[in-house]
């Protein structure tokens, strides 16, 4: 799965800087957590400052643990529905996904990612998903 907002081993450093360059709400991208292994990051600026959600992987798909303090666990057969859901305003994020911030380079080859999105994410189904229209 190619997903030019995918940024691999990022550091949370350099995910603010790109993110923060520009003043935009809703410039968001997709890294690697440095402290989970295995775990990704969905990043966000919203005034100013980078919000991080994990979207930890399932047996068949993505959830991402709590958005909002008691939100239930959302399970998304893939990370482009994931995201899809969260370009839309008031879906438990501090603000909706706006502006995907792109990778100019490879993720990243001097660092190798520990994350094969095919691999481990790459599932196009979960029994029992319904998409909403």
């Not at 303090?69 to 305003?89: D, H, T, V, Y």
């Amino acid at each position: 799965m190619d997903l030019p907002y995918y940024h691999g081993p990022l550091s949370k450093r350099d995910c603010e800087t790109l993110l923060l360059k520009e003043g935009v709400d809703g410039n968001f991208l997709l890294r690697d957590s440095e402290s989970l292994p295995g775990v990704l990051c969905l990043c966000v600026s919203f005034k100013n400052f980078v919000y991080t959600y994990r979207i930890f992987k399932e047996t068949y798909g993505y959830y991402n643990i709590q958005t909002v303090e008691g939100a239930r666990k959302q399970i998304f057969p893939n990370l482009k529905e994931l995201i899809s859901k969260f370009e839309k305003p008031n879906q438990g994020l501090v603000v909706h996904l706006s502006k995907p911030i792109k990778r100019t380079s490879p993720c990243l080859r001097w660092r190798r990612s520990k994350i094969k999105l095919e691999d481990n994410y790459g599932k196009n189904s979960y029994p029992g998903i319904r998409k909403e229209p």
